[in-house]
C-alpha cells in the first residue's frame, strides 16, 4: 500500500510549509469549503455559482492577492473543461440516441426474457451496469425507473428487490467507471492512465455492485416493503417507434469505447515501446475522444437508422443530448477552477506535508477527503473534483497502477452516504413512493455500501500490485 512517508517523499521534492503557513491554508481550504457548502445547503445556489464564489473566498482567505484567485480559478476551470469537457458531450450524445433509438429498451426487453424467479435481481443489476456505461446517473434512473416498476408489478417482485440492485449498478457505473464526468475530472486531476483506471475500475466494480445490489436487496426488501407507485409508470420511449435496433448491434455500440480504451491499455503493458506502429495506433484509437466520436458514428448507423431516424431526426436527438449537459459542464468546470485554486494556494503541498507525518496510506487519505465533501454538499461530483484537487499532490510518485487506485479511491469515497442534500436522494424517493426514511434505508445504506466496499477492495488491490 503506498504510504506518505519520509523515505517515499524526501524533502527535497516538496518544499516544507512552516506551521504558521499550514494553519493559515487549512483555515483556508475549511472556509473555502465551508462557502461552497453553506451556499449550496442553505441558500439552494447552484453548484456552479457556489464553486466560484468558494474559490474565491479559498483564495481571499489564503491570502493570496484576488487577480491571482482569479487566474488560477479561470485557468483551471478551462483545463478541465479542455480536458473532459469534449467527452461529456460526446458521452451524452451516445447516451441520447440509445434511450431515443429505443437500444436502451431492447437491452433490457432482451435480459428480462432470459431471466426468471431469482435471477430478476441480477438482470437487473446486469441491465443498469451495460445501461450506466455511456449515461449519466440521471439519465440512467429515469431511463430504467419503468422497466424497474413494471418488472415488480407484473412479475409480483418486491419494489426493493428489484430497484436496489438496479440503482447500484448505475451508481457503482457513476463513480468509479470512466467515461462519467467524476472519474474523468480525478484521471485529469491526478495525471493517472485511463485504460489502467478503467481496467482497475471494473475490477473493483463487479464485487461492489453484486454485494450492494442483488446481496443487499435482500435486507432492503425486509427492511421496507413499498408497493409500486402506480403514478409512476410512464411510457417507454421505444413505444411510440415502429422498429428499433437490435441487441447485438445495440449492445456492440454501447461496449465499443470501453473495448478501444481496454484494448490500449493492454497493448501497452504488452508492447511497451512507444516506437512500435501498434503502439501508436492503439494510443490514437484507444484515447477516450476518438473512442467515443467512433462510438456515436457508429451508433448514428446501429442505432439511429434501424430505429427509422431521418437525418433531421438524428441532429435533433444530438442537440437534445448536448442541451441538458450545460450544467454539468459548468459544475465539472467549476469543480477543477476550484482544484486549480487549492493547488496554487498551496493546499494540496500542506495536506502531502502534514500527510507526511501522519504516515497514512494516501488512498485511505484520498477516501476520507471525498467521503467529507460528498456529506457535506451532496454532489458526487464536486466531492470527486474537490478531492482530486486537495491529493493531487501524494500522486507524484506513484505508480501507474497506484495512481488508477488514488482515483478510484476518490471515486469511492464520493458515494458514501447519499441524504438529504443529495438530489439523487430525492430523485429516486419520488420515483419508488418511499418515505425520507425509508429512503435512508435502502438507498442511503446502498450508498453507503459501495463507497465502504470499493474502499476496502481498492486498498486491497494496493498490497497486490
Partial sequence: MTRLSV?????DTVEPITSAGHAQLGIAAAAGIAVIVLLITKFKLHAFLALTIGSLALGAFAGAPLDKAITSFTTGLGSTVAGVGVLIALGAILGKLLADSGGADQIVDTILARAKGRAMPWAMVLIASVIGLPLFFEVGIVLLIPVVLMVA???GYSLMRIGIPALAGLSVMHGLIPPHPGPLVAIDAVKANLGVTLALGVLVAVPTVIIAGPLFSKVAA????????????????SEELERRP????TLATVLLPVVLMLSKALVDIVVDDPAKMVQRIFDVIGSPLVALLAAVIVGIFTLGRPAGFSKERITRTVEKGLAPIAGILLIVGAGGGFKQTLIDCGVGRMVLDISRDWSIPALLLAWLIAVAIRLATGSATVATVSAAGLVAPLAADMSTTHAALLVLAIGAGSLFFSHVNDAGF????????????QTVKTWSVMETIISVVA?????????VI
Fill in 426 to 437: 430525492w430523485l429516486v424517493k419520488e420515483y419508488f413512493g418511499l418515505s425520507v426514511g
Fill in 246 to 249: 437490435g441487441f447485438g448491434a
Fill in 7 to 11: 523515505e517515499m517523499l524526501a524533502a
Fill in 222 to 237: 425486509r427492511w421496507v416493503d413499498a408497493p409500486v407507485p402506480e403514478r409512476m409508470l410512464p411510457p417507454r420511449a
Fill in 455 to 463: 474502499g476496502a477492495l481498492v486498498l486491497l488491490l494496493s498490497l
Fill in 153 to 155: 408489478k407484473r412479475g
